[in-house]
């Protein structure tokens, strides 16, 4: 009959007959969303095993080892005060399959300037690494971020989307009390994490500063940064870095620091982001497809990914 014909003619997902409006966009292959609300929605895989990278729309990572491996938040400082990136005024969200991209701006503390941070999995160790570059010089900013709360909780089923008690975007946010136990030791532009779950090493482009600080200040920068060098039971690792303009990158890689783990150095971080980004697009441009329609075309390159891992 003409109804059931009607249910049966081929349709696309647009706007008149879709009930809730596409929130990522394909641009060049790109999956793209500006200032979007999920945290922790866009896994990274790393070396076909369960140890992976939780990033999202806000530019905050939580490693699962398996196991909750802890939170990294990242921030910027200036005269003007102090940020979480994830609060920034402008958030430009970039899948490019097997990484995530950030544009960010922000008048208040940027100017007219914009922050881009690339995030990618390491090819050779379980790890990942950090690459921040601002565009122009308008006043000095430094790169701040801090780390904790490796306790290794794994969820009822490793942090499925959809699968756990509560959203990823809250069962992966990292609560004071995971940090109990934690202990780090500080050396020159390098860390290590040791808890009774995991032990995390992190590394940093020379220039860098670290200090411990009281997770109960998680959530407020000014405050958690003002609480560095007191000692508390619930500790988190803090670090800042000058940011130098006109696009000359600095770095910061953390890794899961079992017993076979290789050191990481500071002069080695450009080699490694390098090897990274070239193991990534060997992966995601295996298959290449080119049609007229970019969603298709993004697909192909986020399978490859996805098939890999």
Same mark, same amino acid.
């Given at each position: ?185 500080? =050396?020159?532009?390098?860390? &290590? ?53 006109? &696009? ?10 079992? =017993? ?41 390159? =986020?399978?490859?990914?996805? =098939?890999?891992?």
């Amino acid at each position: 009959n003409s109804r059931l014909e009607r249910q049966l003619q081929p349709h696309g997902n647009f706007s008149n007959n879709s009930a809730r409006p596409l929130r990522y966009w394909a641009v060049n292959w790109d999956c793209v969303i500006t200032n979007g609300t999920e945290f922790f929605n866009r896994p990274l895989y790393c070396l076909n095993s369960a140890f992976r990278i939780d990033g999202g729309d806000k530019p905050e990572f939580s490693l699962y080892l398996p196991g909750r491996g802890g939170n990294l938040r990242l921030g910027i400082q200036t005269s003007a005060g102090v940020k979480w990136l994830n609060e920034a005024q402008v958030i430009i969200t970039r899948y490019r399959p097997g990484s995530l991209i950030y544009d960010l701006r922000d008048s208040a503390l940027l100017g007219p300037r914009q922050l881009q941070l690339t995030v990618l999995p390491l090819s050779d160790r379980k790890g990942f690494i950090v690459r921040a570059e601002l565009d122009s010089e308008w006043m000095p900013v430094e790169l701040v971020w801090a780390f904790g709360g490796a306790n290794g909780m794994k969820g009822a089923r490793g942090g499925d989307i959809g699968c756990e008690r509560e959203p990823v975007s809250q069962f992966f946010q990292l609560h004071p009390e995971e940090c109990r136990g934690d202990e780090f030791s500080i =050396a020159t532009n390098t860390f &290590r994490l040791h808890s009774r779950a995991a032990q995390i090493a992190g590394v940093a482009s020379a220039g860098a500063t670290f200090a411990v600080a009281d997770a109960n200040q998680w959530a407020d920068p000014a405050q958690l940064f003002a609480s560095a060098g007191v000692s508390n039971p619930l500790p988190v690792i803090t670090g800042k870095i000058p940011l130098p303009p006109g &696009r000359q990158p600095v770095y910061l890689a953390l890794q899961d620091a079992g =017993a076979e783990a290789k050191t990481i150095s500071a002069g080695q971080l450009p080699r490694l982001f390098s090897e990274a980004e070239a193991h990534r697009r060997a992966i995601a441009e295996r298959v290449v497809v080119a049609t007229p329609d970019p969603f298709i075309n993004a697909a192909a390159g =986020a399978l490859n990914i996805a =098939a890999d891992a």
